[in-house]
């Protein structure tokens, strides 16, 4: 009798030590990431932006590339933990060559990097800030100098993207994009000018996309703000 009974407590801790070890196993996932965005001076008069936007930061953030901010916690792996793709490991490199080919849509970003599977009350944000260029005289052509599309700008993009791992993979996005305003020449006609500027604009993509599924590129947008996400598991080496 003591025999079993020592067999079936050997049996349930066994059993319980592969349910704490299962539920402690830390997925590892590639989030690849292109921004862009949409010319079309139509699609932009279709809503009002506002003039000016501060985004709220939260107490703890990550930018990729950058120290891990305070200890790493000991179930990550520190190469694997909210570190840059090398850019033979990026998939979506056609993708943007497209995007960037089209006359009514440019990229703005493209990015990408490892991070371990976190659930909300441990999700960390993602925190970037990228100088955008504008397009050369040159390089403008009739179309765009046009009344049909904007011409590119210079600006500050800034944004935070947070995934968060549930039963399904959930992507939360607050970003902006800031462009560059015309500078006025200081002679004595510019007050004269100034109406004659347009105001400042300040374009924000701020949604959430539930119940992602890993390996399908997914796509999120406003009508000047367009957001390609692509998560894909990261299979540990033995």
């Keep these: 009798m003591k025999t079993l009974f020592k067999a079936i407590l050997t049996f349930l801790l066994f059993s319980f030590s592969l349910i704490v070890s299962a539920a402690e ?3 590892y996932y590639d989030v690849e990431v292109i921004l862009f965005e949409n010319l079309d001076n139509i699609a932009r008069q279709s809503e009002n932006w506002p003039s000016s936007i501060e985004l709220v930061l939260p107490e703890t953030l990550i930018e990729i590339g950058k120290p891990y901010p305070g200890p790493i916690p000991k179930q990550f792996k520190p190469r694997l933990t909210f570190k840059p793709l090398a850019k033979k490991d990026l998939q979506l490199q056609e993708k ?4 960037d080919k089209s006359k009514t849509r440019r990229v703005l970003l493209h990015t990408g990097w490892r991070q371990p599977g976190m659930p909300r009350d441990k999700a960390m944000s993602v925190y970037f800030k990228h ?3 504008g397009a050369s005289p040159i390089s403008v052509d ?3 100098s046009g009344s049909r599309l904007a011409q590119p700008q ?3 993009l800034e944004g935070m993207i947070k995934v ?3 039963r399904y993979l959930h992507v939360e996005t607050d970003i902006v994009f800031r462009p560059q305003r015309e500078e006025l020449q200081e002679d004595i006609f510019s007050l004269e000018l100034l109406d004659q500027i347009d105001q400042p604009v300040i374009y924000r993509l701020n949604q959430t996309r539930r119940r992602m599924r890993s390996r399908e590129l997914h796509y999120l947008d406003n009508p000047v703000i367009g957001m390609l996400v692509l998560i894909t598991p990261y299979e540990l080496k033995q």
Excluded: C, D, K, P
């Design 25 to 27: 196993e830390v997925r």
């Design 96 to 99: 943007a060559s497209s995007i």
């Design 131 to 133: 100088t955008v260029g």
């Design 142 to 144: 009739s179309e765009v």
């Design 154 to 156: 210079a600006g500050e």
């Design 164 to 166: 968060i791992l549930s």
